[in-house]
């Protein structure tokens, strides 16, 4: 079997056997008994790019290609021979595909549509650990080869130029990225799509729809990333937010049985999303970043069902009576007879007045190998004392020049982990300096200089750094709930005990029971992770509370 351009670099060749493993005749033998034969003549395109109607093809003899259209052609990314099967992630999803899959010679196949195959995944151990592992090992090659149907043509200098190419990475789809000022090949882009310099960020996808500075909802749109809602529907469970939280729920939820739906503004993941690595994480002993958590436990809630929106945030909720709806703007109403609210918390801004203006400019809330690549051999700050500013800071030293952490506090003790601790004290490319507050931002279009000052002695600095991590204590993502629910004096959500009779008796508490655990000051509503007033704001606490509240879930269902 020859695995085409997918396979061209050593790290790729050693997992060959992960990526297109040959299925032995036993299991050949279940899956066409799932499917169905078919027979396909030679160039026959079975899948074309961006078809939604994707299949899984099991190979019994003749060949299959994998390609991508290009300038110069059709380009070969993969070809499978007889015992294998096509495929990635998005034909587990039911997503565009990316690439086309066609017949190389006259072949004999076994067709699976996406209900046999997802049937087959939850019910087969081991066709779904064979099928899962080369699917999302497939997604990766094709990420990390720019194999995809999306182009964005941007600029380090422009702000909306990451905040496109984020969204993009944080949600795994593949793109080619070309620089206005280094890549030779832009102009014969911009010549051909009558692009204007000014207009980037521009993303064109499929090689047809050209789309200048999009927001992320223009992009989920213009990919096609989500599924139609029906209004009409009536979902067991709405989860707003896909953070550790709303991902644990969404997979125990979806894993029993009930009918879910999740809402994401923009990724997978949330704050834990942008964490360059997490050390801490039970049965994870040399780290995970949480973008690959996120995106293992995205795939686990697909796996079983779960319906994940996109770009697609909750803007209200109508709480007066059951089922609830959720509000979704542009007039999207969708009904539910529960909800978790995972929408977790996002950094603090700090108080200075054009912090704004540089944001994806020299100022970021993320510390991934993208923002890294932005600032190699440069002085970088770090903001903040907790755990993912360490982890930032020392992800961030293997390519910036020198990295100095600004903590309001004394020491670092009460705020982080001691392992970050001691790795912070020794790297002698990191500087610690507490007692120290970020007093002012100066640039044109992009950061240029920085000035902070000491607390204790009144010393003030400038210094000349383009880039900032802000990673600075935490707001909740509440204010769309408006006066639905109860909530402390930080606009964190209030559950179960927490609520008091004199709050419950304001809210209209209609039940002789109290709220649950998780539970808000409305009935069948739980709030889970960051989101919830009192909680621990680590990763596995998220994800617990995530799958308790399913459980409670099931009891307010029964109710």
């Not at 204010?479 to 959500?493: A, I």
Request: with cysteine; aromatic share 6%.
């Amino acid at each position: 079997m020859n695995a085409g351009r997918i396979t061209d670099s050593p790290s790729a060749s050693s997992r060959l056997d992960q990526l297109f493993p040959k299925l032995a005749p036993p299991q050949i033998a279940r899956l066409a008994s799932q499917g169905r034969a078919r027979q396909a003549q030679a160039q026959e395109v079975l899948i074309a790019t961006g078809s939604r109607t994707a299949c899984c093809y099991v190979v019994v003899s003749g060949e299959l290609e994998i390609v991508r259209a290009t300038d110069l052609g059709d380009e070969v990314i993969a070809v499978h021979g007889p015992g294998s099967f096509s495929g990635e992630i998005s034909t587990l999803s039911g997503r565009p595909a990316l690439l086309t899959t066609r017949a190389k010679t006259t072949a004999e196949l076994i067709e699976l549509d996406r209900d046999r195959l997802m049937m087959l995944v939850q019910t087969d151990p081991e066709l779904s650990e064979l099928i899962l592992r080369a699917y999302i090992l497939r997604r990766v090659e094709l990420i990390a080869g720019g194999f995809g149907d999306v182009i964005v043509i941007g600029s380090t200098h422009c702000s909306g130029t990451l905040r496109v190419k984020e969204f993009l990475t944080r949600n795994n789809h593949p793109y080619t990225y070309f620089d206005l000022d280094r890549d030779r090949e832009v102009q014969g882009l911009l010549d051909r799509f009558h692009i204007l310099p000014g207009e980037i960020p521009v993303l064109i996808a499929r090689r047809e729809r050209v789309l200048r500075n999009p927001s992320t909802a223009d992009i989920a749109q213009a990919l096609d990333l989500n599924d139609a809602l029906d209004p009409k529907q009536l979902h067991d469970l709405v989860v707003v937010g896909a953070g550790p939280a709303g991902l644990a729920a969404a997979v125990y939820a979806s894993s029993e049985g009930l009918d879910v739906l999740i809402l994401e503004s923009v990724a997978p993941g949330g704050q834990a999303g942008s964490s360059s690595k997490i050390e801490n994480y039970l049965g994870f002993p040399t780290g995970i970043s949480g973008q690959a958590l996120a995106g293992r436990a995205y795939t686990q809630a697909e796996k079983f069902g779960a319906n994940l929106m996109i770009a697609v945030g909750a803007t209200g909720l109508a709480c007066e009576r059951r089922p609830y709806v959720v509000e979704l703007g542009n007039d999207i109403r969708i009904a539910t007879r529960t909800v978790i609210l995972a929408t977790g918390a996002r950094y603090r801004k700090p108080s200075l007045h054009n912090v704004e203006h540089f944001e994806g400019g020299g100022v970021y809330y993320a510390a991934t190998f993208m923002e890294s690549q932005l600032c190699a051999d440069e002085d970088v700050i770090v903001v903040g004392g907790g755990n993912s500013a360490g982890q930032a800071a020392v992800h961030l030293s293997k390519t910036a020049r020198h990295v100095y952490i600004l903590v309001r506090a004394d020491s670092l003790a009460q705020s982080m982990s001691r392992y970050l601790i001691r790795r912070l004290e020794q790297t002698p490319t990191i500087t610690l300096l507490t007692s120290t507050e970020l007093r002012a931002l100066e640039g044109e279009e992009h950061l240029e200089r920085v000035t902070w000052r000491n607390r204790v002695t009144d010393l003030v600095e400038t210094r000349d750094i383009r880039h900032v991590f802000l990673m600075t204590g935490a707001e909740p993502g509440t204010g769309w709930l408006k006066s639905c629910v109860t909530l402390d004096e930080k606009g964190f959500v209030r559950t179960g005990t927490e609520l008091t009779p004199e709050q419950l008796e304001a809210a209209k508490w209609p039940l002789t029971r109290p709220p649950r655990l998780l539970e808000t000051s409305l009935p069948g509503v739980f709030a889970a992770g960051d989101v919830r007033s009192g909680s621990v704001k680590r990763v596995a606490s998220a994800v617990g509370e995530g799958a308790i509240a399913v459980s409670l879930v099931h009891q307010a269902l029964g109710e």
